[in-house]
């Protein structure tokens, strides 16, 4: 049965290199992985695998062994380091300065045996749990994959769906209110979550000839009606462009104004100011920008192509 086991990087989990000790060796070990403390994320380093029980427990055991090995490794050396501090008794004092030298000698002495068991420890940590980095290594290389596959399936879903929208009954769409405009907001229901927030009556079941047919009447009466598509079928409508649907040409418009020409035979215009509304809102806001580089999104986000 596989569990959970959070972790994190060994020199993190230390934290600090006991004895000063940085080399090679050192820093290899590391950039091992080990249980965090108590299994449970104690850091935004910290991530989660998920492993059989039996190896989360012995790689948990190796990591509580390796570090008790170099916490006592740090108690002994502080204990032999207060040897070397200067008494602040005068007669202890003097009594110090005659074995100074003796003392700081036995310290190097102490402090290379330390030294020995800090590189034990690391070893004894590798040979016994190494292979948590490595199990970590190929979880995250399966993941990434599994990810890349559902990311194409995704996106081969949503190119189907345009697909059958060139000439099916698949469309939807609903006027509202937005940025002091009329909107049409068109999507496509097998590639968006629901029929989102906004207030106005949902129109189903349509192709996107009809809907086109629908916004130039629309604009007939209403000259400054905006167009817009929701974001999951606006990006839908740009892969199935970039898998080949639709005729060649077009480059200068937006993905999904090419699209939408492409499906219907018409190249709409997004957006279409009032005389002097664009010219009031630079006003208002200078340090903006408004312009029709976006179907999506309020005046106010609008990008900076004027």
């Given amino acids: ?25 050192i820093e290899a070990a590391g950039q091992l992985y080990c249980v965090s403390p108590g299994n449970q994320p104690s850091g935004s380093d910290d991530g989660r695998v998920p492993a059989p029980a039996e190896d989360a427990a012995r790689w948990r055991a190796a990591t509580e062994a390796v570090l008790a090995a170099l916490g006592s490794v740090e108690e002994r050396d502080r204990a032999a380091r ?21 003392l700081h000698r036995d310290y ?45 399936r995704s996106r081969a879903e949503r190119v189907a769906a345009v697909r059958e929208g060139a000439d099916g009954a698949v469309w939807t769409y609903r006027i509202g209110d937005h940025g002091g405009h009329r909107r049409v907001l068109i999507w496509l229901p097998a590639v ?3 029929d989102g927030d906004e207030r106005g009556a949902v129109v189903r079941g349509l192709t996107a000839r009809q809907v086109q047919k629908m916004i130039e009447e629309r604009r007939g009466r209403d000259p400054y009606l905006w167009i817009g598509w929701r974001e999951a079928t606006g990006t839908a409508m740009q892969e199935w462009l970039e898998d080949g649907g639709g005729p060649a040409g077009g480059e200068r418009l937006a993905g ?23 010219e009031a809102l630079r006003a208002s ?17 609008f990008g900076t192509s004027f």
Avoid: C, N
């Fill in 1 to 25: 049965m596989d569990v959970d086991v959070w972790y994190r990087k060994l020199r993190m989990a230390v934290g600090t290199y006991v004895l000063h000790l940085h080399d090679a060796e």
């Fill in 82 to 102: 207060r040897q070397l501090h200067r008494p602040d008794q005068a007669w202890q004092g003097v009594w110090w300065g005659l074995r100074r030298d003796r």
């Fill in 108 to 152: 190097e002495v102490r402090k290379a045996a330390l030294e020995v068991e800090v590189r034990a420890a690391y070893r004894a940590y590798r040979a016994e749990a190494g292979d948590l980095t490595d199990h970590i290594a190929a979880w995250r290389e399966r993941w990434a994959r599994e990810e890349r596959e559902r990311a194409e």
């Fill in 192 to 194: 968006e979550r629901g």
């Fill in 256 to 278: 999904d104004v090419r699209a939408w020409a492409a499906l219907t035979g018409v190249a709409v215009e997004p957006i279409v100011w009032r005389p002097g509304e664009l």
């Fill in 285 to 301: 806001r200078p340090s903006r920008g408004y312009g029709p580089s976006s179907s999506y999104f309020s005046p106010g986000t």
